[in-house]
């Protein structure tokens, strides 16, 4: 009697065990991708290091990022690795950004071939790149600068030769766009 009580108890044991394994490997597959950044905010010059800390993408397998401006470009990017569990500890520097809000992309990217896989989950984070330059609020700009209307830039673009540029037009040189707190 006591061999087969045992046996209960490591069967019973055993099954949890089973079981417990089996559901964290499946909410670690459907998860969804987390990504943290540290700091979110920093000067255009010199640049500034971004410490990343993923997890949910795929295990073993190459993560994409991107930058994507205001405008919609995509200024800087990159790849990282991910572990066992489909995560990444990594550090980043953000240089050559132009002030502004950007957004980080960030998904899964098997092949490394700069486009995201197909269906895979994309997560972002904000990251806004300040103005720290002095700009010269005096310079003159010569209104009556000649363009030669017939120059030809590119044979697929049109340039129109009656563009007005407003020679008044007032720049704010202490425009600086704050880091969000």
Same mark, same amino acid.
């Given at each position: 009697?006591?061999?087969? +009580?045992?046996?209960?108890?490591?069967?019973?044991?055993?099954?949890?065990?089973? #079981? +417990?394994?089996?559901?964290?490997?499946?909410?670690?597959?459907?998860?969804?991708?987390?990504?943290?950044?540290?700091?979110?905010?920093?000067?255009?010059?010199?640049?500034?290091?971004?410490?990343?800390?993923?997890? @949910? #993408?795929?295990?073993?397998?190459?993560?994409?990022? !991107?930058?994507?401006?205001?405008?919609? !470009?995509?200024?800087?990017? @990159?790849?990282?690795?991910?572990?066992?569990? +489909?995560? #990444?500890?990594?550090?980043?520097?953000?240089?050559?950004?132009?002030?502004?809000?950007? !957004?980080?992309?960030?998904?899964?990217?098997?092949?490394?071939?700069?486009? #995201?896989?197909?269906?895979?989950?994309?997560?972002?984070?904000?990251?806004?790149?300040?103005?720290?330059?002095?700009?010269?609020?005096?310079?003159?700009?010569?209104? /009556?600068?000649?363009?030669?209307?017939?120059?030809?830039?590119?044979?697929?673009?049109?340039?129109?030769?009656?563009?007005?540029?407003?020679? /008044?037009?007032?720049?704010?040189? /202490?425009?600086?766009?704050?880091?969000?707190?």
């Amino acid at each position: 009697m006591y061999r087969i +009580g045992k046996l209960a108890v490591i069967s019973t044991v055993f099954a949890f065990a089973i #079981f +417990g394994l089996t559901s964290i490997m499946l909410l670690t597959a459907f998860a969804e991708p987390k990504v943290d950044l540290s700091p979110t905010c920093g000067p255009a010059d010199p640049g500034f290091n971004i410490v990343i800390n993923a997890n @949910g #993408f795929k295990a073993n397998s190459t993560v994409g990022w !991107k930058f994507v401006g205001s405008d919609s !470009k995509i200024p800087l990017y @990159g790849y990282f690795d991910t572990n066992s569990t +489909g995560g #990444f500890n990594d550090v980043t520097y953000a240089d050559d950004l132009k002030p502004d809000h950007y !957004k980080m992309y960030f998904a899964d990217d098997s092949d490394g071939d700069g486009t #995201f896989d197909i269906g895979a989950k994309k997560v972002y984070a904000n990251v806004t790149v300040n103005a720290n330059e002095t700009v010269n609020a005096n310079e003159t700009v010569n209104a /009556n600068e000649t363009v030669n209307a017939n120059e030809t830039v590119n044979a697929n673009e049109t340039v129109n030769a009656n563009e007005t540029v407003n020679a /008044n037009e007032t720049v704010n040189a /202490n425009e600086i766009i704050p880091c969000e707190k």
